[in-house]
């Protein structure tokens, strides 16, 4: 499996690497920046590619809120996620060298890895996204805390402890995803869902679930790549606006 993985996995170096950021840029393509270590992902953008004497630095938009609290992350180890033109997923990882007003200054990544398989993108989608879970005689409300066409992750509301009484390979049917973008609400019929993993939140110690979405219709899952293709659009123009407002 460890051979296999590695079979798809390429590195890029060098000024192909720089070619790929600076498209990032121009195309304003969104990143998952999560840092590792704690309960922190946002979405971000590249936003320049800078020398300092012998350094160089690559920069994104520094998320609502992170500059103010965060100064003393300078050192701490990130990893950066997304998905290139050629619906192909991208990572790296790297460390923060300081975080400004507007921007985290990234140390310049020795290499990107480009896995050769298609995976799904997730996000965090807005507040209000959730999850009905029918579970034997009860209906359960649960939180979404990241989403793709794939799966999400989920916090359970109104259970103690978040505790359901499921376990790791448990099949749900009947799930209805209900997606909140601004005024509307899109709600999807998910067939059947399978528990993949089952961790405790370290800040409260709830249980969080990662559900696979293991079989969908075409027309739901379509609707819910239009729902997750309209939140990044939702966050380009909100960045956007921000830049030119400041």
Excluded at 113 to 130: H, K, L, S
Excluded at 207 to 223: D, I, K, Q, S, V
Aim: proline content about 4%; hydrophobic content about 35%; aromatic content about 8%.
């Amino acid at each position: 499996m460890a051979d296999q993985l590695s079979s798809e996995i390429d590195k890029i170096y060098l000024h192909k690497r720089d070619e790929l950021f600076e498209g990032l840029k121009k195309a304003r393509s969104l990143l998952q920046l999560r840092i590792l270590g704690q309960e922190y992902q946002r979405l971000t953008l590249v936003t320049g590619l800078e020398r300092r004497g012998s350094g160089r630095y690559l920069l994104v938009d520094c998320p609502e809120g992170l500059s103010e609290k965060n100064r003393s992350l300078g050192g701490v180890s990130v990893r950066i996620d997304f998905m290139g033109s050629d619906k192909l997923q991208y990572s790296f990882k790297t460390a923060i060298a300081k975080i400004s007003d507007r921007d985290i200054w990234l140390e310049y990544p020795e290499f990107v890895e480009r896995i050769q398989r298609r995976r799904y993108f997730r996000i965090a989608p807005p507040p209000g996204t959730m999850v009905m879970l029918p579970v034997q005689d009860q209906v359960h409300e649960a939180a979404v805390l990241n989403l793709s066409v794939g799966g999400s992750l989920l916090r359970v509301t109104g259970v103690p402890y978040g505790d359901m009484g499921l376990k790791v390979g448990d099949c749900l049917t009947g799930v209805t995803l209900i997606c909140r973008e601004g005024g509307p609400q899109w709600d999807m019929s998910i067939e059947e869902t399978t528990v993949r993993r089952i961790e405790k939140d370290p800040d409260t110690g709830t249980l969080r679930y990662a559900l696979e979405f293991t079989r969908m219709n075409r027309r739901e899952a379509r609707a819910l790549g239009q729902f997750i293709f309209q939140c990044e659009i939702a966050v380009i123009r909100r960045r956007t606006l921000e830049t030119v407002d400041s």
